[in-house]
């Protein structure tokens, strides 16, 4: 950022009175602009045993597969967020059940928040964002081709935990991969 | 927000093509201000039984009761901002347990991760945004001068599943207070 929101003034990058963190401060007004994580809210629609997954149409990760998920907006829950993405990104309808897995990923200021999720019917079409869909039994997951990280990690965890029955929301963080 | 981070040219209101809400959108170089829900990560701090409150120094609900709770920073996991507030807040190192309950604010855009938490040791004082600190039997909780009902529902909701020894992950949403 450089131009103040507030008066159109430069701002700088630096520590306000009583504060510990550098933020960008606007040197004519005083306006502190804060940065915080944003939430990104997904789920793990399930319909019969399979799970929907959609394949990118957007970067970054385009081509790649994974569970609807994305931004959370302001003015609604987390779990009209994981829905409204489903129906973004797949054109389905879903009922939004627990928690499922909380995921930090401190080295891009995001906190992905997964819930298990049931399709209300049979029906998802590739949204804007998305190539294509489809419903992937546990063997049929492309593993190999998915987009990220914490997709690979909460479906082996689903799956798992789905042999039990037994979900107990997960909380866990995400390094960065080590290329 | 009137100006552009980016280039200090005025921005419009508008929903962008391909987008479904409206943004602060920079008419002169294209960007695009995106404005997200905020994470305000706390604790439920115990010591033999006791639980840690803070009373307010600040704005809002000045000289009312809370838990130690506040805005995660960028960098950060919602564990580390946990502590990491009450710390500020309260002068009191705690080892952070599970994730207890998570409340959607959307009227205010926020979303609330408490966590259960043990302080190390008996060493607690106000932080600066802290008029008074203490330990509280649940008997002595000052549930008339509570801050926020977040804090209230989440104090409650705790007392009860201590007496089974049971603390699920709750999810739950706030809606305005009706006055």
């Known amino acids: 950022m450089k131009f103040c929101t507030q008066c159109a003034s430069p701002v ?11 933020r ?43 569970i609807p998920a994305g931004f959370m907006e302001n003015g609604e829950t987390v779990e009209q967020a994981a829905a409204r993405e489903t129906w973004e990104e797949a054109c389905a309808h879903v009922e939004i059940n627990g ?7 401190p080295h891009v200021n995001q906190v992905y928040m997964i819930f298990r ?3 209300k019917d049979e029906t998802f079409a590739p949204g804007i964002e998305s190539l ?6 546990e ?20 799956f798992s935990d789905r042999q039990r029955d037994h979900f107990p929301t997960f909380l866990g963080t995400l390094e960065p991969i080590k290329r």
Chains 1, 2 share one sequence.
């Open 132 to 137: 294509e869909t489809g419903l992937f039994e």
């Open 24 to 66: 960008h401060v606007c040197e004519a007004c005083g306006e502190i602009h804060y940065q915080n994580p944003k939430i990104v809210a997904g789920c793990i629609p399930e319909w019969e045993g399979k799970i929907l997954l959609c394949r990118r149409a957007i970067e970054p990760r385009n081509g790649l597969w994974t």
């Open 139 to 158: 063997a049929e997951i492309p593993w190999s081709q998915m987009a990220f990280p914490v997709v690979v990690q909460s479906l082996e965890r689903y």
């Open 117 to 119: 999720a049931a399709l």
């Open 12 to 22: 700088a990058l630096r520590v306000p009175d009583g504060d510990t963190m550098a």
């Open 99 to 105: 928690l499922y897995a909380v995921f930090n990923i």
